[in-house]
């Protein structure tokens, strides 16, 4: 998980922010300012500064906030002069939008707000629909408007091209002034108390946030347009209501606290887009009550809480009134949502104050703070005790009570108990609260008069005296919306420092920690094989003292059986490991059933079996289990068992012997090949020297596949141990070293390395209506029509009600809302037409969500969708590794800091492109190749490990008029695939002209595909017959693949059926043999040399230069091993 | 990189090529031959020995046997020490295999507690377990498990089942994350040198300023002996599982993941060899 921020306010307006990995508080960077009030999310924080204005601190990422601005210059074809400025009166302006509607001149686009600079000035976009046009990108038509085409014809009359420039948000690291132009006098009154949530509501696109403010006179206002790509929002609206506080949850309900009621409202924000419209407070009672104790602390006097849904956890965080420290509630559950004690942070700050601050500082308003929790739960920070006992006070909900207030049903809610009495007077301002405890109530609840706000006043000279240098600070203010709580990493915030970090204790960072890399660990693990050797190495044959007996477990199962009718039935099952002469263990599994009144068995040798993997089935926990011949067949054994648990212990305990009697222990190569499944399981297999060349080729229905933990949509690696993935929420994850997780459980797993991993994916459903003269679109179709719910194809019924998570493991994290982005667009309720089905239909998706643990550090913060490793062999430890990808906004970035010891890297570097991309690769010698969203392919210029981001784009044009949607680069072979499932190979790359010059069409039916660092060419077939069924998504690997023909002959079938991703770039079997470290140029010569020996012609040493003669190689390899 | 799970499975596949000898004044009707086996480091002499006493018992007349008992040149072996550390306290540094006299007559009564039964065996094994636990968890953690998990522990040492053992033992091995370590940490130190069977104290993992805790910190605490002046040469071994951990290796670590099956860190300080 990683590190994330507690921003909070020292009572002199100072800006702190403590690091879940930290253990200081660090000073906010930019300490011009002194803040009031601050509310943070993981992205920025938003204050509001002793100036009363608002400011918002957004954080330097790698990737830049970034906005195209676009124009069209239009022309028409006059007999004189050509093309010309001159257009028909009827003709739209010179410079428009794309419509031609809107007169956009060039100097018409201005800055929105000093906080953005231009990144460049105008330029033409040379590229029309994947297809790059002719200089100066004129696009050409009959007449406005029409479709363009990049063709100059005959009747080409009219012609326009696009100009575009990107404007750049330069405010980060710095708090930025929220300015506002165009309604000044709607704010009257400075803001009181502002709140920033809604980072997860569902129906919203990514990265929209809800800031909420209220005035001192007690208005409510919004910011319209806050998202990631506009940091600061376009203007403040007003909202109906007169409310005292605001905050706003992940979910965007907002609940904000009346000065006048006694109870809390909450405010339901409809469409929070469409502005003001839907809005309704809701008052909300509190009606039933809960017994918390606080025991260490009284009076709190200002808290928040924030849950997260990746850690399940609620964090609930307050303020001491007395000492002003800041607690964090532990034990705070979805089911107990009191949570157990308070716990003071008592970090340090990262350097002792010199001098005390000004003393004009205003104290915050002293009343609660909650952030809203999602299941509409809000927490309640309001904790009142004696200190002198550890007094246990019930919360009742009648007016005028001490209050603790958590409300059951899920609604733990803050109460501001009514107090009927009116308030005496503002105590809750006074620092010396020791009076203010023994009456709560008019502390929490006397914030009832607005006026004292004003009379906050500055601090007793006093207290800032008492602040000297050793005192921990006293804080006026925390947020912990930004921050996120991890169960199963303890924070350091809650013990004095410690010197050093305990080994045992996982540590956060990304990079190897201390312990590993200790020269006592180092010892341990030398000295331990050198016992080893010395005790066992002469004396193998002797007597082990203690025998090893046959060892079997039974058990019932179920078996989908391999006769028609086909279905399953109990069979029994007995897993027999024994031990071999040579001291290994070797395992068969029987499994016993009926046929026809007759007891028969079939049994499995375990080290045959090449792949167990967990079959995705609402209904069984099943699993399935291959051996060549029924990889050949499509036809696998398949066993269920009748609860998850079982299916867990027979997988591990299966995949555990299967290991055991192929001798595979540990974490797997970095000549590994992966591959993840459609359920995003990941497996991994031991390639063997003889995969890629030899005399006799091994077939890939061979190989072993083992499971690792963790849940991925892809992954890359190379061949220095590199690997990277992305999980269905396009969250990017760095693989630890480790092995296990998942369901492998104990000693198959390592205990270093395995962490907690989450991943969201969508589950779609459809609702299909039609239209009949009478009612209009109805959902009372035909009988011939598809169910009125179903899923993609139509042909299964899917229901709100009877739809289910993928499997027992994955849990709801949304209710059903409407997706409004499928291709094709949708109306504005998201319905689809057509004349016939399949629409009209609109699509309502539902997030579910995964928690499992693997081998997976996440790398924050950027979400990719696409990920390259250069597929080097040459092996330096020292040296960077490039790493391309693409956000999953289509950025390209290019990781730097990527060695084998920091697989993580630090940071991102951006590549500015024209339009989002969707794939890329980066071959063995920088050649970078890329797909962009419209199917056109880019090769990216001059990048080598000096100029890791290269220079220019060159736009390739794609293969008769195919969209392209991915390309993969191996060590000089450049593969693309297009969107109908071509796979073609670029001819004529040479290291002088390195785009090439044509595409050769190479094969059909492929939906993956992976290019090594020796051309070897894997790819995922979409669909192959095997002799009893037929598997959608199979593993197969290109045979025939020569220096003279890279295209290769054939297709050699592998594993499958729901693969959906391989990479085989960490399988460069060279690298091993290569034993002293060769720089590329020596590499090339020795392959020279090698090509000469074996008498090779000099045309082919012309026509692929680079490239290796790999048979030879390996073959010689294979001699070698 | 190397896992930590590696360093459990070669403590607990440690082996000591051994040489059993009958003693020379045993009354045997035949000659006895040696008998050579593959002693784990980490079970228990009369754990393993079956095979031993069956090949000598053949040569012997029934009524000449009595109980068996080991000795290595001269010295008693106390089957309650684990096997390892009998041997990296009395025979590192020699040669291998380790050539053990095997008496049936005599037994040492002051030397050694008496083996009648593998239940003698399981009942000290096991009260080190519930002693480890009550240094490092107060009792907590062996008192919340079941009758046949401790079963289980014991049957995998007996087995040499290293998965079965480690399953229920890595429960013995946990501790709550924000403890940083065990409350004080089972270790004994052995010194071949000294009367004293061994040295057995309250050590804590964690120092009060919140420091980890060296195996140096830990033997300048205990002692003191087993450490070189600032100056001086280092006179003595600190072996454990016959390897010499550095003294900065935090005392918490090799507590998880080299201590005996019977959840000590038994501890051998040893002459260094002059040559």
Known sequence: MPSSLLWAVDIFGRVYTLSTVGQYWELCKDTQLEFKRVSAVKQCCWGIACDHQVYTYVFSGDVPIRYQEETYENQRWNPVGGFCEKLLPSDRWQWSDVSGLKHQQLDSFTLPSPHWEWESDWYVDENIGGEPTEKGGWTYAIDFPSTYTKDKKWNSCVRRRRWIRYRRYKSRDIWAKIVSHDEPDQLPDPFNDISIGGWEITDEPLGRLSVWAVSLQGRVWFRRGVNSHNPCGTSWIEMVGEMMMVTVGLNNQVRAAGRVQALLPVLRAVSLDKGTQGLNWEGKGLNSALKVTVSTSPVWQTGSATEFCSASTISVWGIGCDDRAIYFRQGVTPSELSGKTWKAIVSGRESDRSQTGSSTSLLSAGCFFTDDIQNQTSAVIQGDADPSSDTELAVPTSPGSALLGAAAKANLEMKPSANANPPAEPQWINIDLKEAQKQPVLSVSSFADTSSLSSLGTFSVAAEDAYGADEHPLWAWVSGGGCLVDLHSPLKWFTPNLGCLSSSVQSLSLSITPAQTAAWRKQIFQQLSERTKRELENFRHYEQAIEQSVWVKTGALQWWRNWKPHKWMDVRVALEQFTGSDGMRDSILFIYYMYHEEKKYIHVFLNEVTIIVEVLNEAKHSFALYTPERTKQRWPIRLAAATEQEMHDWLSLLTMSCCESRRIQGPPSHHAIWSVTCKGDIFVSEPSPELEAGPQLMPCDQMFWRQVGGHLRLIECNS???????????????????????????????????????????????????????????????????????????????????????????????DWYIDFSPTGGTDREGWQYAADFPAPRSCSLLKCKIVTNGPWLEVPPVTLWDISIIPSSDADDEEAVALWAISDKGDVLCRLGVTQQNPAGTSWLHVGTDQPFISISIGAFYQVWAIARDGSAFYRGSVSPNKPAGDCWYHIPSPQKQKLKQVSVGRTSV???????????????????????????????????????????????????????????????????????????????????????????????????????????????????????????????????LMVSESQELDRNAVNC | MTDDKDVLRDVWFGRIPTCFTLYQDEITEREAEP?????????????????????????????????????????????????????????????????????????????????????????????????????????????????????????????????????????????????????????????????????????????????????????????????????????????IHGIEPMLETPIQWLSEHMSYPDNFLHISIIPRPTD
């Open chain 1, 720 to 814: 220095r141990g590199v690997v990277w993935g992305i999980g269905y929420d396009h969250t990017a994850w760095v693989y630890t070293g480790g092995y296990g997780g998942g369901f492998i459980q104990g000693l198959a797993s390592s205990a270093d390395n395995i962490y907690t991993q989450s991943d969201v994916k969508c589950v779609y459903i459809y609702e299909n209506q039609r239209w009949n003269p009478v009612t209009g679109y109805s959902s009372r179709g035909l009988p011939t029509d598809r169910y009125m719910w179903s899923d993609a194809s139509g042909l299964q019924e899917c229901t709100k009600t009877n739809t289910k998570p993928p499997s027992p493991q994955w849990s709801w994290v949304s």
């Open chain 1, 975 to 1105: 593969f693309v695939l297009d969107k109908n499932g071509n796979l073609w190979y670029r001819q004529g790359i040479t290291p002088s002209y390195p785009q090439g010059s044509t595409w050769d069409h190479v094969s059909n039916n492929i939906r993956k595909m992976s290019v090594g660092p020796l051309d070897q060419v894997w790819v995922i077939a979409d669909k192959v017959q095997g002799s009893h069924s037929l598997s959608c998504g199979t593993v197969c690997h290109r045979t025939g693949v020569q220096p003279l023909e890279p295209k290769g002959l054939s297709w050699d079938y592998g594993i499958g059926g729901g693969w959906e991703h391989i990479t085989v770039r960490g399988n460069a079997t060279e690298a091993s043999r290569l034993a002293v470290p060769d720089t590329a140029e020596e590499n090339l010569a020795v392959s020279k040399e090698g090509e000469d020996e074996e008498g090779k012609g000099k045309t082919e040493h012309s026509k692929t230069p």
């Open chain 2, 35 to 239: 008998y050579y086996l593959l002693l784990p480091r980490i079970s228990y002499l009369t754990l393993v020995t079956d095979k031993v006493k069956k090949h000598f018992q053949k040569v012997m007349r029934q009524e000449e046997v009595s109980e068996i008992w080991f000795e290595y040149e001269g010295t008693p072996l106390k089957w309650h020490y684990p096997i390892g550390l009998l041997f990296d306290l009395h025979a590192s540094n020699t040669a291998l295999p380790w050539s053990i006299t095997v008496h049936f007559k005599n037994f040492p009564e002051k030397d050694l507690l008496h083996c009648h039964s593998k239940d003698v065996i399981e009942a000290h094994f096991m009260a080190c377990i519930k002693e480890a636990d009550a240094l490092k968890h107060k009792s907590q953690v062996i008192n919340e498990m079941q009758k046949k998990d401790h079963k289980q522990l014991w049957m995998g040492l007996q087995n040499d089942k290293f998965e079965q053992f480690w399953a229920i033992n890595r429960k013995l091995m946990e501790y709550p994350p924000e403890d940083n370590g065990f409350r004080y940490i089972p270790f004994r130190i052995y010194q071949a040198t000294t009367e004293r069977p061994f040295i057995q104290k309250l050590f804590r993992p964690i120092a009060s300023g919140g420091q980890l805790h060296t195996l140096g910190d830990l033997l300048k605490d205990v002692c003191p002996s087993a450490i070189a002046p600032e100056d001086g040469e280092q006179k003595t071994q600190v072996m």
